[in-house]
């Protein structure tokens, strides 16, 4: 049984009805058969309908879905050969960042990524996917051997953002993320970092420093959660938070693809089917490779220094200022 | 030149303080009379906390007298986002500007400090919270960029909550632009000393601030990637003594020293004496 959001109920019903017809119709009534079509075809308008306006919350929700395919899904679909490597050789292993080497349209690459998990036990012991300072020092370590190795290096980015907690502030969350934007940007070997879900804050650029920003069609990226911006906005001596708050305030912070794109701060969108990636991950998967197979050939055309060259550039000019006259 | 004019930085009746006479220290919660905080760098005699203090203050506490050129200073925001909040982000920049007689969230310059020239960049707390957004991440790019260029130390001192929500993606993006900057910087020699006031988190905590091949903090500055607030609600438990506290960094290997204000100019030039000074083996 799959897992619908809110918005998604009347197709929810819709299908379920669809469900019972299907197994009343064993018999092979020509009735019921037709009945079955007129009703999947008028499912599948309602959900294009439903997914041709959704607001800015609808889409935090979907990029954040449980059955969302995750970075292991991913690698699973679009490479070969993936061996997991382990550990910043400094403290731990840190579950909810996945890496190691795979091979990818038969280019061996180093790939990594946020993992939530799925279950509750596979996403306590993974943290939901909010990495400590070990995390990002074992990524960092695999970011070295793809640069020493001179293999290109591929980021799936999937987090609510770095894990507030004691120890991760005691072992340096900060420093371990700013050591990967430092390291991230003179990375003499070319980097592809798409966004498959949430992309949050810090705890996310932490992967995504790179040559190509990708994005999927509903994933969203942001300075803060909706959540973590109406606290601030609107959260007054213990009210509770409403879905209307996080509208308006996912709204004003333009975290969906398409406001990125627009602000010229990721690359390209990958589609989606209707429905979302969990719906067909398959398809969004071969989606995926595509687009991220012809960046790659493109990236790898050029000279490192070259690409260092509009890395470089790429984030040098991101920002709106004004400069007055004197 | 665009040197410090007195007349238009005068600091010392624009204190960060609350008004009056007596001054409540944040630190000891004892009531000092004022003028003794003034005296001591706006430093509490009692127990030592460091007061938050303006950008300029901190500019005119390290660099030798009238040797600073501003650069970046006709740098404004823009409202990117459009942002929608009670108070439009525009107003609230507006009233920023007013609150802090400043611009923007950060000043930087070229100085000399005891005759070694250094470029300068100071975060403001008092300009929406020293937040960085697009022209806090610029400015520190074009000084990053002209220390390299010039061949001289780069010094940032930072007092902010982070990156500034009012700006969305575009501020987080700044994290990834300064420390661009700051790796471009260190392919040459010269040293990036960095700064942390009270208090240094988020975005800058996570970017540039912890990249300083020298880390200094001034005592018991609460220094962090989440805040406090978060953590206790996120564990939900309360949190230790002293936790994200300057002696804290120090003790976990994060900063390499505490120093006090009075002793900051000393010791920056006993570093860049150090760093930058004469080579020959006296004989």
Same mark, same amino acid.
């Given at each position: 049984?799959?897992?619908?959001?809110?918005?998604?109920?009347?197709?929810?019903?819709?299908?379920?009805?669809?469900?019972?017809?299907?197994?009343?119709?064993?018999?092979?009534?020509?009735?019921?058969?037709?009945?079955?079509?007129?009703?999947?075809?008028?499912?599948?308008?309602?959900?294009?309908?439903?997914?041709?306006?959704?607001?800015?919350?609808?889409?935090?929700?979907?990029?954040?879905?449980?059955?969302?395919?995750?970075?292991?899904?991913?690698?699973?679909?679009?490479?070969?050969?993936?061996?997991?490597?382990?550990?910043?050789?400094?403290?731990?292993?840190?579950?909810?960042?996945?890496?190691?080497?795979?091979?990818?349209?038969?280019?061996?690459?180093?790939?990594?990524?946020?993992?939530?998990?799925?279950?509750?036990?596979?996403?306590?012991?993974?943290?939901?996917?909010?990495?400590?300072?070990?995390?990002?020092?074992?990524?960092?370590?695999?970011? &070295?051997?793809?640069?020493?190795?001179?293999?290109?290096?591929?980021?799936?980015?999937?987090?609510?953002?770095?894990?507030?907690?004691?120890?991760?502030?005691?072992?340096?969350?900060?420093?371990?993320?700013?050591?990967?934007?430092?390291?991230?940007?003179?990375?003499?070997?070319?980097?592809?970092?798409?966004?498959?879900?949430?992309?949050?804050?810090?705890?996310?650029?932490?992967?995504?420093?790179?040559?190509?920003?990708?994005?999927?069609?509903?994933?969203?990226?942001?300075?803060?959660?909706?959540?973590?911006?109406?606290?601030?906005?609107?959260?007054?001596?213990?009210?509770?938070?409403?879905?209307?708050?996080?509208?308006?305030?996912?709204?004003?912070?333009?975290?969906?693809?398409?406001?990125?794109?627009?602000?010229?701060?990721?690359?390209?969108?990958?589609?989606?089917?209707?429905?979302?990636?969990?719906?067909?991950?398959?398809?969004?998967?071969?989606?995926?490779?595509?687009?991220?197979?012809?960046?790659?050939?493109?990236?790898?055309?050029?000279?490192?220094?070259?690409?260092?060259?509009?890395?470089?550039?790429?984030?040098?000019?991101?920002?709106?200022? &004004?400069?007055?006259?004197? | 030149?665009?040197?410090?004019?007195?007349?238009?930085?005068?600091?010392?009746?624009?204190?960060?303080?609350?008004?009056?006479?007596?001054?409540?220290?944040?630190?000891?919660?004892?009531?000092?009379?004022?003028?003794?905080?003034?005296?001591?760098?706006?430093?509490?005699?009692?127990?030592?906390?460091?007061?938050?203090?303006?950008?300029?203050? @901190?500019?005119?506490?390290?660099?030798?007298?009238?040797?600073?050129?501003?650069?970046?200073?006709?740098?404004?925001?823009?409202?990117?986002?459009?942002?929608?909040?009670?108070?439009?982000?525009?107003?609230?920049?507006?009233?920023?500007?007013?609150? +802090?007689?400043?611009?923007?969230?950060?000043?930087?310059?070229?100085?000399?400090?005891?005759?070694?020239?250094?470029?300068?960049?100071?975060?403001?707390?008092?300009?929406?919270?020293?937040?960085?957004?697009?022209?806090?991440?610029?400015?520190?790019?074009?000084?990053?960029?002209?220390?390299?260029?010039?061949?001289?130390?780069?010094?940032?001192?930072? +007092?902010?909550?982070?990156? @500034?929500?009012?700006?969305?993606?575009? +501020?987080?993006?700044?994290?990834?632009?300064?420390?661009?900057?700051?790796?471009?910087?260190?392919?040459?020699?010269?040293?990036?000393?960095?700064? #942390?006031?009270?208090?240094?988190?988020?975005?800058?905590?996570?970017?540039?601030?912890?990249?300083?091949?020298?880390?200094?903090?001034?005592?018991?500055? #609460?220094?962090?990637?989440?805040?406090?607030?978060?953590?206790?609600?996120?564990?939900?438990?309360?949190?230790?003594?002293?936790?994200?506290?300057?002696?804290?960094?120090?003790?976990?290997?994060?900063?390499?020293?505490?120093?006090?204000?009075?002793?900051?100019?000393?010791?920056?030039?006993? #570093?860049?004496?150090?760093?930058?000074?004469?080579?020959?083996?006296?004989?």
């Amino acid at each position: 049984m799959p897992y619908y959001l809110d918005f998604e109920k009347p197709v929810a019903e819709l299908e379920s009805k669809i469900e019972e017809l299907k197994r009343l119709a064993d018999g092979g009534d020509m009735n019921i058969a037709s009945e079955i079509k007129r009703l999947e075809k008028k499912a599948k308008d309602l959900r294009a309908n439903i997914f041709s306006k959704l607001t800015h919350w609808q889409k935090t929700l979907i990029a954040r879905h449980v059955e969302r395919p995750q970075t292991l899904d991913y690698i699973g679909l679009i490479m070969e050969d993936f061996i997991e490597l382990h550990g910043d050789r400094c403290f731990a292993d840190d579950p909810s960042i996945v890496g190691g080497f795979a091979r990818f349209s038969n280019v061996s690459v180093v790939v990594i990524g946020h993992q939530k998990g799925r279950g509750t036990n596979e996403r306590i012991w993974r943290n939901f996917g909010q990495p400590h300072p070990e995390g990002y020092r074992k990524a960092l370590r695999l970011l &070295k051997l793809a640069e020493r190795f001179k293999k290109p290096v591929i980021t799936l980015i999937d987090t609510t953002g770095a894990y507030p907690g004691i120890g991760a502030e005691e072992r340096g969350q900060a420093e371990s993320i700013a050591r990967n934007l430092f390291e991230m940007s003179i990375l003499r070997t070319p980097i592809i970092s798409i966004v498959i879900g949430e992309g949050g804050s810090g705890g996310a650029l932490a992967l995504g420093v790179a040559d190509r920003v990708l994005m999927l069609e509903h994933s969203v990226y942001s300075v803060i959660s909706p959540e973590g911006c109406a606290a601030i906005l609107w959260k007054k001596d213990g009210n509770e938070l409403t879905q209307e708050e996080y509208e308006k305030a996912s709204e004003s912070l333009k975290l969906t693809a398409q406001d990125l794109f627009e602000m010229g701060v990721i690359d390209e969108i990958i589609p989606e089917p209707v429905g979302g990636a969990h719906r067909a991950p398959k398809d969004t998967a071969s989606d995926v490779k595509k687009t991220v197979r012809r960046h790659l050939s493109e990236l790898m055309e050029n000279s490192i220094d070259t690409v260092l060259e509009e890395r470089y550039r790429k984030f040098r000019v991101m920002g709106a200022i &004004k400069k007055e006259l004197a | 030149m665009a040197w410090f004019k007195k007349e238009k930085y005068t600091i010392s009746k624009k204190v960060k303080v609350p008004e009056g006479l007596w001054v409540k220290c944040d630190g000891c919660r004892e009531i000092i009379y004022r003028k003794e905080v003034e005296k001591n760098l706006q430093v509490c005699p009692k127990c030592n906390y460091h007061f938050r203090i303006s950008a300029i203050e @901190r500019i005119q506490l390290l660099i030798d007298e009238g040797s600073f050129k501003e650069i970046g200073g006709n740098l404004t925001s823009m409202d990117p986002l459009n942002f929608k909040d009670q108070v439009p982000y525009k107003e609230r920049l507006k009233d920023a500007q007013k609150k +802090s007689n400043m611009k923007e969230a950060a000043i930087a310059g070229e100085t000399l400090i005891e005759g070694y020239p250094a470029m300068l960049i100071v975060l403001d707390f008092a300009f929406m919270g020293g937040s960085m957004g697009s022209v806090v991440g610029e400015k520190f790019a074009l000084t990053s960029e002209k220390a390299s260029e010039e061949e001289v130390p780069l010094i940032s001192i930072t +007092s902010s909550g982070g990156a @500034r929500m009012q700006e969305g993606i575009l +501020s987080l993006m700044q994290m990834a632009k300064t420390s661009a900057a700051i790796a471009m910087f260190k392919k040459g020699v010269m040293p990036y000393i960095s700064i #942390l006031a009270d208090p240094t988190f988020g975005g800058v905590t996570a970017s540039f601030a912890m990249l300083g091949d020298i880390i200094i903090a001034e005592p018991k500055s #609460l220094i962090g990637f989440a805040g406090p607030r978060v953590i206790e609600q996120t564990i939900k438990q309360q949190l230790p003594d002293g936790f994200q506290r300057a002696e804290f960094l120090l003790q976990h290997g994060m900063i390499d020293m505490v120093v006090n204000r009075k002793d900051l100019r000393q010791t920056i030039i006993k #570093l860049l004496s150090m760093i930058v000074g004469g080579e020959k083996v006296k004989t």
